[in-house]
């Protein structure tokens, strides 16, 4: 478990027996910064065990804890102190004994003094010595100053003690190393009990390798040690100040001949966009005269920071609040935004397309996860899953009906490879009926597929179409086969209509072109549709009609000239009568254009066939005198026909053939009719 998630769920007892959650207390201790949590909890607890007794206490087990500074792999933490417990079987079955309970004891403190503690020592206490400032014979190395209280036995021993020509009494402590709290706490006190007043003067690089020390001295504004902690009521009692004994301060001290040295300050300001109180270390150097002395209540000062600190701390606590009424009102939005949403969704939800549907769940589940902190969220969750489960049940039906679009695709791809054979074997082309007829049986086998994973009537209609045709196709490959694909009939409706029509009452008026046309566009929907039988069936059943109603329209009103030349007819009315009909003409587009054009062409087909008649007469007279049977030949009857045909040549424009001339001209006189 990581320090925070453990700190969430641990609760702590206070001195007044209260309880309090780990993090709750790391919170309202530092007033939203970090290390001012550190330090002023390393101060309550380091305060509660110089006065014999414990400030904070794990509420599982009952023992004292103490708080670690963070480090660069880890972050601040509590951990159990089980050197003071009365109970050690009882601390090692907590859940939140790590089983760590190494802890610098207060002989600790780090022995060996070093090149620079030492050399800065005896350079302070020459530098000191010098200084007009300074109280003759007032400087001290490291002798022991004892306690002015004849009740408590202590002493202390400073690296320097001197006194002033002001009679202000300082104690120096060079700091390097990492000292217990404790150690730190103990020597505040007493000298602020003999009304000294201790320096703490840090090493240039203290900061950086020692950040715990230097941070509990830096903040070390004199907090009451409260049994609760109110965010609402942090109490500063000093300022947060540094003294470190810098390189330049040093240089500077030397050529002035007092002592000068810098001073460290935290600068606090509360980012419109952080959660937590900002702040920057400033510095500046200064001298010991511009120090501000209270040796009986605190440490001394150079730059006051309380104000600076309660002015950020309150522009935080205005924020916090502010932050906390934005997220209110940014949650009742969302929790808006998903009742409209649900709202909207459980209308639209049947005209949803598949790819909208995941969508859809996505956004529902992000909307919940957005509102999942309201206290009603169980509703919302409750409505939320309803919507999810007829999503899914939305989909699942889109899923059937795209499978079965899937399959009507390839039934409609199948009818048309049907098609597509049948227009290969009726084609113009041959090919070969045992490689189509194994085509074909392939078709039938992917029928049989998509009937196995699916019941569709189409795909039974189909594959019942396909096995009469490949039995039909097998017996008889070489006329047209019916291939009656389902709902072809229907479609082929008005084909059957007109093929009974043509069958059964015919035609009624001259080919016009209007049968020829329909008859066009019916072939070409029964050959999409795979019925070339009944393209043929239609197409010789209007030939028929046509030549039928011909015949009957001739033999009606061009009897003599239907029937062909012959000696004793009369064919004067008619043949005025067909030189009216060819003679007449009608612009294009004018409502009986199309039928008289249609007559004209009967009237020369008409002509055209009584001018055969006439010239194989021709033929046969001339055959007859050419024998010498003229006697056998009425020469009246002869004229008659000879005229006939110049009629015809001159007002119709059908003349005889040249070689029919020729013998009309070596045997008759042409007289007019």
């Not at 059957?496 to 929907?525: A, C, M, S, W």
Request: include cysteine.
């Amino acid at each position: 478990m990581d320090t925070d998630c453990r700190h969430s769920i641990w609760e702590l007892e206070l001195a007044d027996k209260s309880a309090i959650l780990a993090s709750h207390l790391i919170e309202l201790m530092g007033a939203g910064d970090d290390d001012i949590a550190q330090v002023s909890l390393k101060r309550c607890i380091a305060k509660g065990d110089v006065d014999g007794r414990a400030y904070v206490r794990c509420s599982e087990c009952g023992c004292p804890l103490v708080y670690v500074a963070k480090n660069a792999v880890q972050p601040a933490y509590f951990r159990h102190q089980v050197s003071r417990t009365d109970n050690l079987d009882r601390v090692k079955k907590c859940s939140f004994y790590t089983k760590s309970h190494q802890f610098f004891g207060s002989a600790s403190i780090y022995h060996g003094e070093g090149k620079w503690h030492m050399e800065h020592k005896y350079w302070l206490a020459s530098l000191l010595r010098a200084s007009p400032q300074i109280a003759d014979n007032s400087v001290l190395v490291e002798k022991y100053l004892f306690d002015k209280d004849p009740d408590k036995n202590t002493r202390r021993r400073p690296d320097i003690y001197f006194e002033t020509v002001y009679g202000d009494c300082f104690a120096i402590e060079l700091t390097r190393w990492w000292m217990d709290p404790r150690i730190v706490v103990e020597r505040e006190r007493f000298f602020r009990r003999q009304g000294i007043n201790l320096l703490w003067l840090f090493s240039p690089t203290c900061a950086e390798h020692n950040e715990a020390t230097y941070n509990l001295v830096l903040y070390s504004g004199e907090r009451k040690p409260s049994t609760k902690p109110e965010f609402t009521d942090v109490d500063i009692g000093g300022h947060f100040n540094v003294f470190v004994l810098t390189d330049d301060a040093k240089h500077r001290s030397n050529k002035e001949k007092k002592l000068w040295f810098d001073v460290q300050y935290p600068v606090f300001s509360s980012l419109p966009d952080i959660q937590y109180l900002s702040k920057s270390i400033q510095s500046k150097t200064i001298s010991l005269s511009e120090l501000n002395l209270d040796p009986e209540h605190r440490l001394p000062f150079a730059v006051p920071t309380s104000d600076n600190y309660r002015d950020a701390l309150e522009e935080y606590r205005r924020k916090v609040e502010k932050d906390t009424q934005d997220e209110r009102n940014l949650l009742a939005k969302k929790i808006r935004s998903a009742r409209t949403f649900h709202c909207q969704l459980k209308q639209d939800i049947g005209g949803l397309l598949y790819h909208d549907v995941q969508q859809n769940i996505m956004k529902l589940q992000k909307l919940m996860r957005s509102v999942s902190s309201c206290t009603f969220s169980r509703y919302l969750q409750k409505r939320t899953n309803c919507l999810i489960d007829e999503l899914h049940a939305h989909k699942r039906k889109l899923d059937e009906e795209a499978q079965k679009k899937r399959v009507q695709l390839q039934l409609k791809q199948i009818e048309a490879r049907l098609i597509e054979s049948q227009r290969r074997v009726h084609g113009i082309y041959r090919v070969d009926p045992a490689k189509e007829l194994r085509e074909l049986e392939k078709i039938q086998v992917e029928l049989l597929q998509i009937q196995s994973t699916t019941s569709d009537d189409k795909t039974e209609q189909l594959l019942t179409a396909l096995n009469t045709y490949i039995q039909n196709f097998s017996s008889i490959p070489n006329e047209p086969v019916s291939l009656d694909l389902p709902g072809t009939k229907e479609k082929l409706a008005e084909c059957y209509e007109f093929l009974n029509e043509l069958n059964g009452i015919g035609v009624t008026e001259l080919p016009t072109g209007h049968n020829d046309i329909k008859l066009t566009r019916l072939q070409r929907k029964c050959e999409e549709l795979g019925r070339y039988d009944l393209s043929l069936q239609l197409s010789k059943a209007l030939s028929n009609a046509e030549r039928q109603f011909k015949i009957r329209y001739t033999e009606e009103n061009f009897p003599a000239l239907s029937k062909g030349w012959e000696p004793c007819g009369h064919y004067r009315h008619e043949l005025h009568k067909a030189k009216l009909i060819i003679n007449t003409e009608y612009r294009r587009g004018h409502k009986n254009f199309a039928k008289h054009e249609a007559l004209r062409r009967l009237m020369y087909q008409i002509l055209w066939d009584f001018r055969e008649s006439i010239q194989k007469i021709i033929e046969q007279q001339h055959g007859l005198i050419l024998k010498h049977f003229s006697g056998s030949i009425d020469k009246a009857e002869l004229k008659k026909l000879i005229n006939c045909a110049g009629y015809i040549e001159k007002y119709l424009n059908i003349p005889l053939d040249d070689e029919h001339k020729r013998l009309v001209n070596e045997t008759f006189t042409i007289e007019p009719y």
